[in-house]
Structure formats: structure tokens, C-alpha cells
């Protein structure tokens, strides 16, 4: 008779056990849904056609010094040690115009801030209305072994619709 009873609460403790793991199972895969539908809404964060054509339509002067950002600028030497050697990619955020002609300042800072040399050229290439575009490596100005930091600035670019 006891025997009995103890078989009864084995099998309802091993039932206990067996929807405890399944409702486990269950909150982990919408746990793992859930991260994913998160992880890919995250990535589709581009502005929509409509949003870019007001944009468009409310911006009627060029403006490169906001419009083309730098995303990466990295700065070495050319083999002889003498030149600097510029890795740089931009993004034209401008829903409108097409900039070409890019100009740019290479600024040397020294250790207390200040700028110690500059240098000014012209990248001639063109970027389109939120186009993203990696510049192979160029030469640009001299380098200055007393500087401690440098800035890749954008100071000018010709516009077009």
C-alpha cells in the first residue's frame, strides 16, 4: 500500500520535472527569438525614402564641411620616412548634392594642443548623394616627427545637384 503511494509521488515529481524542462525549452527559444528579431530591426536603421526626400527638399544650400563625414582617417609614413601617407574614408550625408574636389586640412598637434604644421590639398573624386567610399592611400604633406596627435579635417568640397 505504501509502496504504492511512494510510486504515485515519483511519477507526479517526474512529471513536475518534465514541464519544468519544457517550459525551460520554451522561455530560452523565445528568449533566442527575441534577441534575434532585436539584433535584425537593429540593422535596418537607414532612413526610410520619404525621410530622405524631405531632407532633400528642405536642404537647398551645399554645405561639405557638415555633409561629408569622416568616418575613418589613419595617418602613416611612406617608405622613406619623410612623407605622410593618408587612409581615409568618407560619407556624403547629404540626401542632395554630389561633392567632388574634396579639400582637406592634415593638422600636427603638439603636446601642449596647439598646432605646430598643417597642410592643405584637394582629394579629386567624387561622392554621390549617401554614397560611402574608402580612398585608396595618398600622400599628404610632410611629417613632423614633434607632434604627438593629428586631425584629418574637411574644409571645402565643390558642390553639385
Known amino acids: 500500500m505504501f509502496e504504492n503511494l511512494e510510486e504515485e509521488e515519483r511519477e507526479q515529481r517526474e512529471e513536475r520535472k518534465k514541464l519544468l524542462r519544457m517550459t525551460a525549452y520554451i522561455v530560452s527559444a523565445l528568449v533566442v527569438v527575441g534577441v534575434i528579431v532585436y ?20 536642404q537647398t544650400a551645399p554645405d561639405p564641411v557638415n555633409d561629408l563625414k569622416i568616418i575613418k582617417a589613419t595617418m602613416g609614413k611612406d ?3 619623410i612623407r605622410v601617407m593618408w587612409s581615409v574614408q568618407l560619407r556624403n ?5 554630389t561633392y567632388s574636389d574634396i579639400q582637406y586640412e592634415a593638422r600636427f598637434i603638439g603636446p601642449d594642443g596647439s598646432t605646430i604644421a598643417a597642410s592643405r590639398d584637394t582629394i579629386n573624386t567624387s561622392l554621390e548623394p549617401g554614397e560611402e567610399k574608402k580612398f585608396p592611400p595618398f600622400l599628404g604633406g610632410i611629417y613632423n616627427a614633434n607632434a604627438s596627435t593629428y586631425q584629418f579635417v574637411i574644409i571645402g568640397a565643390t558642390a553639385t545637384r
Open 93 to 97: 550625408k547629404s540626401a542632395v548634392f
Open 79 to 81: 617608405p622613406t620616412g
Open 39 to 58: 539584433i535584425a530591426s537593429r540593422g535596418h536603421s537607414k532612413t526610410s525614402a520619404p525621410v530622405q526626400a524631405v531632407a532633400a527638399a528642405r
